[in-house]
């Protein structure tokens, strides 16, 4: 038995770089296989290494179809990525195509749905008094002059500039600034005073 | 005959399922809703390629050692 193991080790040895290869490496890691080719060393009949003959070609034509089946996938999904872009450029609806040469936003992107914001107007109502969710707030601000309400109603709610609102109500600014600040102080003194 | 064709289809089984994580991982380099088309199609190429497809006759294990 001894005298075996020699012989074996003996074999492995003088073939080290071979044992070494990945491919034979890998046939002799199964634990039959490595039986089988243990037994053609000791007694080299032409069975013994037709059986591991036999055993190494069929490992290594898994092998190859393993290797072969994971390029496969990997190219093919690749490809099959590449062949629907290119149909899908061809064929490419209007709302599909990008607005600039680069693509990126598609015109599709930059439709407004109007009807949403209609709804929202229509429940909410678009006035400032008609936004005010604060009892006491509101009341306050029914106490104002029309003209006042006027004009905090486009400076909070329509987000207009003081310029813009002097041109619509046909006087300067600081007309505006002026009724703009007294509006305010005037909220401020009835809120106040309803506080105590 | 059924024999060998049993034996062709088990063996593309396991081959496939064997490599359902790399079919996963391939299947993001395309857009969401065409992962499932290319997944199948993936399936499909597998299947027809072991059918086909001849392997190169393996080397014999004695010529590593001669």
């Known amino acids: 038995m001894g005298h075996d193991n020699q012989k074996i080790e003996e074999f492995f040895y003088k073939n080290n770089e071979q044992v070494n290869n990945p491919i034979i490496k890998s046939f002799l890691s199964d634990s039959k296989n490595l039986y089988l080719v243990q ?19 069929s490992h290594y034509k898994n092998i190859r179809k393993v290797k072969y089946v994971s390029n496969l996938i990997y190219f093919f999904s690749l490809d099959f990525d590449k062949k629907r ?24 992107e930059l439709i407004e749905d109007e009807s949403n914001e209609k709804e929202l107007n229509n429940i ?10 604060d009892e006491q707030l509101l009341k306050s601000l029914q106490k104002l002059t029309v003209k006042q309400l006027q004009i905090l109603e486009m400076i909070y709610v329509k987000d207009l500039t003081t310029k813009e609102i002097a041109q619509k109500l046909r006087t300067t600014p600081q007309n505006i600034s002026n009724l703009h600040r007294k509006a305010l102080n005037k909220l401020n003194h009835t809120l106040v005073k309803k506080g105590e | 005959m ?13 081959i496939i399922e064997n490599f359902t994580p790399k079919i ?5 380099s395309t857009d969401y809703q065409e992962r499932e088309d290319l997944e199948q199609e993936i399936k499909l190429k597998i299947i027809e390629k072991l059918a086909t497809v001849k392997f190169q006759n393996a080397p014999s294990f004695w010529d590593f050692f001669s």
């Open chain 1, 39 to 57: 037994k053609a060393i000791l007694y080299p009949t032409e069975i013994n290494k037709k059986l591991v003959d036999e055993s190494f070609q």
């Open chain 1, 85 to 108: 872009t290119r149909l899908q450029n061809r064929f490419l609806l209007i709302l599909d195509r990008g607005i600039s040469e680069e693509g990126g936003t598609t015109a599709k």
């Open chain 1, 124 to 133: 909410v109502g678009v006035g400032l008094l008609d936004n005010i969710e």
């Open chain 2, 2 to 14: 059924a024999n060998l064709e049993n034996q062709f289809n088990e063996e593309t089984l396991t």
């Open chain 2, 24 to 28: 996963k991982q391939c299947l993001h």
